[in-house]
């Protein structure tokens, strides 16, 4: 019999009880061998649950204990995560975790010491909830060389473009409707400021070019800025503004960002909407390859836990990953990325657009009806240096979103 340990008996923590409690004979008899939920670490009691019995205080029960074999990290955040989870594994105990915080900050750390430990530290979770992606990144893609990851990686902020895209709301009044339903925080700010989607590309881009990718190092750009208006230009072009995480190699550089981006239909992207998340890997000889599903929930988030503790299960004395190593890639610079810009500007499209060609060159222009007194316009490639000093010599510039069609 495997004995686990669960740490955190929150949404994940009891999601991951509730699948292992409802498929336990179909995970045994994958697994070989029976598992058991042995001990469940909170602070809280939990005294109508049944899982009361199995309910410890103290970590040094579960880390003291040699029948425990796989611990499950769902608690969240740094800490004590981050200690429990190293003492965890320098013990000699497996550890699976759905903890992108503490991934994208101690990762290369706790890989290295699996590899050490010849046991396990696995994160399937952490990226894409229920969406299998780093299982693929680290076994099934390996034969390609990859050229770019870009993904919707937070459900939070697409639920808010896809309502404000799908009823011409505005950006307060679906987060709002957003926090009451549950998919946003109280403090929204990790989600609508891009943290999240931030640490889950630095993630999965380490995986996919084997080297470090430090989250801090990622140009990042939140949605706060996006408004009704925006949406409507967009529609008016065919396409959709979506939060995008992105890390592409071009040439023999590397670039990440994670922005509000202007996609059209020619983009697999275009259709995800609503909580849920979808990433586009793109291989040298594979060409793309799209992974879809609930980026968030109990029971999605809970599923992809589970599919970590029995590929720990499996491999009790043998180390899973690979490439991620502890050599840090450094990032190009953003100034550096050519891209196409979407501008709005304030004033008469008649009488701006001669200079506005003068200075951005030829560009897609288009005037809204229902929008007075501005104008939109879409510029040819260009250096996001380039775009900078452009737009320096205008004092009307509203806004700006990237383009990628």
């Known amino acids: ?8 008996y929150g949404t994940v923590g009891s999601g ?3 699948v292992i409690n409802t498929n336990h ?31 410890v205080h103290d970590f040094q029960v579960i880390l003291q204990d040699p029948e425990v074999k796989i611990v499950v990290e769902v608690m969240g955040g740094t800490e004590p995560a981050y200690t429990f989870v190293k ?27 699996a590899r050490q430990k010849n046991i396990n530290f696995l994160f399937e979770a952490s990226c894409g909830g229920g969406i299998p992606i780093i299982r693929p990144l680290n076994t099934s893609l390996t034969a390609d060389e990859i050229e ?36 946003a925080e109280r403090n929204p700010s990790a989600d609508v400021d891009g943290w999240d989607a931030c640490r889950k590309i630095a993630i999965l881009s380490s995986i996919a070019f084997g080297h470090h990718v430090d989250y ?64 586009l890997v793109h291989g040298n000889v594979l060409g793309d390859t799209m992974f879809y599903g609930s980026g968030a929930g109990k029971l999605p988030t809970a599923s992809a836990v589970v599919s970590d503790v029995i590929d720990a299960a499996k491999h009790q004395d043998t180390n899973v990953m690979s490439g991620w190593s502890s050599q840090k890639l450094e990032l190009g610079k953003i100034s550096d990325l050519e891209n196409r810009f979407f ?33 939109g316009f879409i510029t040819e490639k260009m250096k ?21 069609f």
């Open 148 to 183: 770019e990851i870009t993904g919707i990686l937070n459900g939070t902020t697409n639920y808010i473009l896809s309502k404000m895209a799908a009823d011409g709301s505005d950006l307060e009044v679906v987060l709002k409707e957003a926090q009451e339903k549950g998919y």
């Open 1 to 8: 019999m495997i004995q686990i340990a669960v740490l955190g």
């Open 25 to 55: 004979e179909l995970i045994n008899k994958k697994i070989g061998e029976e598992i058991q939920v042995k001990y469940v670490l909170d602070l809280r009691d939990f005294p109508e649950d049944p899982i009361q019995e199995k309910i």
């Open 16 to 18: 991951v009880v509730e």
């Open 216 to 279: 801090q190092d990622i140009y990042t750009e939140g949605i706060m800025k996006i408004t009704s208006t925006d949406i409507r230009y967009a529609k008016a072009w065919g396409a959709n503004i979506k939060l995008l995480a992105s890390c592409r190699k071009v040439e023999n550089q590397y670039y990440a960002m994670v922005t509000p981006v202007m996609i059209n239909s020619n983009s697999p992207l275009y259709s995800v909407n609503e909580v849920y998340n979808g990433i």
């Open 343 to 375: 501008v709005r500007m304030s004033g008469s499209f008649t009488e701006n657009l001669s200079r506005v060609e003068e200075v951005f060159g030829q560009v897609d222009a288009k005037v809204l009806a229902e929008v007075n007194g501005e104008f």
């Open 87 to 113: 003492q965890a594994l320098e013990q000699g105990k497996s550890v699976c975790t759905s903890n992108k915080e503490l991934v994208a900050k101690h990762g290369v750390e706790l890989l290295e010491i």
């Open 384 to 404: 996001e240096a380039e775009y900078l000093e452009k737009a320096a010599e205008f004092n009307n510039i509203l806004g700006m979103i990237r383009v990628r």
